[in-house]
């Protein structure tokens, strides 16, 4: 059955929900392609891409997505650009999603991603499309083009869960990470910190120790950013699917976690420790470690630490998954500069 795929102008979070979230109920998709995420992020930052849907004869939605298109920072000057589930604008993609993609119904997933391909194939006002946060191998990189550039490659560590539940958590890691949190342990009195998840009276104040505790740590923190402050907040009150943890011990906070929980997986997206209290203090691994033994305690089949390279995150994990960012261009004359010009400085397409 042929399928219609085209782009409208969205007018507003309100009138997208009810056909975004009768979709999602006949997808099989990651937590970043669902209502709970998007409607959040249109939400928050009163971003309005274009929305692209892939609909039968009979009007139906088989699949849903939304394009920002803005003049996206090149090396030669600004260049039309597309940009999959984000707005193309830095600050307001500072959700940073991960495990993008097209919202699909079950079972239509080949025929509605060439249905999707070709519409934007046919758009002639971009000359570069963004795709952020794609599984590798995504048939979305089968798109006609000039140059296909992989921007970065992140693994996603992740602890599993079967595993800790057959076995200690901390005899599945490597020596050295097993010493550094048993020390840690011992100097919080012996035991992981306790558990405590937020009721929604509890939502608004510990975002803002969050805030607090992040406050200095990081060149650009995001928790700085009133919109992604409303963007958490605007999460952490989604119900079941979004847990914000606060952990405790005889001490006081040891830290916070803000996990999504979806199709079998916990996925820790923000947190805030407290001080280390001493030398060997390690309140990052210790929070982790605990909402670990929480998840396998629940059943669930995956912690996951989400995409980034930092040492920590391998340290924690027992497996892992990766996530790929993609430049797509046309051709153009200036595009093709760029590539002679980056080819003889030997400068990646990254920086």
């Not at 048939?139 to 869960?161: F, M, W």
């Not at 020390?183 to 998840?197: K, Q, S, V």
């Not at 409303?230 to 405790?248: H, M, P």
Request: positive net charge.
């Amino acid at each position: 059955m042929a399928l219609t795929a085209q782009f409208t102008r969205l007018i507003g979070p309100a009138t997208l929900a009810p056909r975004w979230q009768a979709l999602e109920a006949r997808a099989s998709s990651s937590f970043f392609l669902g209502w709970n995420w998007t409607g959040a992020w249109l939400e928050s930052y009163g971003v309005r891409p274009e929305l692209l849907s892939v609909t039968d004869a009979q009007g139906q939605d088989i699949a849903l997505a939304l394009f920002g298109h803005g003049l996206h920072p090149r090396l030669l000057g600004r260049s039309a650009t597309l940009s999959l589930n984000q707005s193309g604008d830095a600050a307001a993609d500072r959700p940073f999603i991960e495990y993008n993609g097209l919202l699909i119904a079950k079972g239509r997933e080949g025929e509605a991603t060439e249905a999707a391909l070709q519409a934007i194939a046919r758009r002639r006002d971009w000359r570069a499309l963004r795709l952020s946060g794609i599984a590798p191998g995504s048939p979305l990189l089968n798109i006609p083009a000039r140059r296909k550039t992989r921007l970065d490659l992140s693994p996603v560590y992740q602890v599993e869960l079967a595993a800790v539940r057959a076995a200690d958590y901390l005899s599945l890691l490597s020596g050295n990470s097993r010493s550094q949190i048993r020390r840690a342990i011992r100097d919080h009195g012996g035991a992981l910190p306790a558990i405590t998840a937020a009721t929604p009276a509890d939502i608004e104040p510990w975002l803002t120790e969050m805030q607090s505790l992040n406050a200095g740590r990081h060149a650009d923190n995001a928790w700085d950013d009133p919109a992604f402050r409303r963007f958490a907040a605007t999460l952490a009150t989604r119900g079941e699917a979004v847990e914000l943890l606060r952990f405790t011990d005889g001490g006081g906070v040891v830290g916070l976690l803000l996990n999504f929980l979806h199709d079998g997986t916990a996925m820790n997206y923000q947190s805030a420790f407290a001080a280390p209290r001493g030398a060997r203090d390690k309140p990052g691994l210790l929070c982790h470690a605990a909402a670990v033994e929480h998840y396998a305690a629940r059943g669930l089949a995956l912690y996951s630490l989400l995409a980034g390279k930092d040492r920590y995150k391998q340290s924690l994990a027992t497996c892992e998954d990766a996530l790929e960012w993609w430049q797509i261009d046309r051709f153009s004359p200036r595009l093709e500069a760029e590539a002679l010009l980056r080819k003889i400085l030997r400068r990646p397409a990254s920086a």
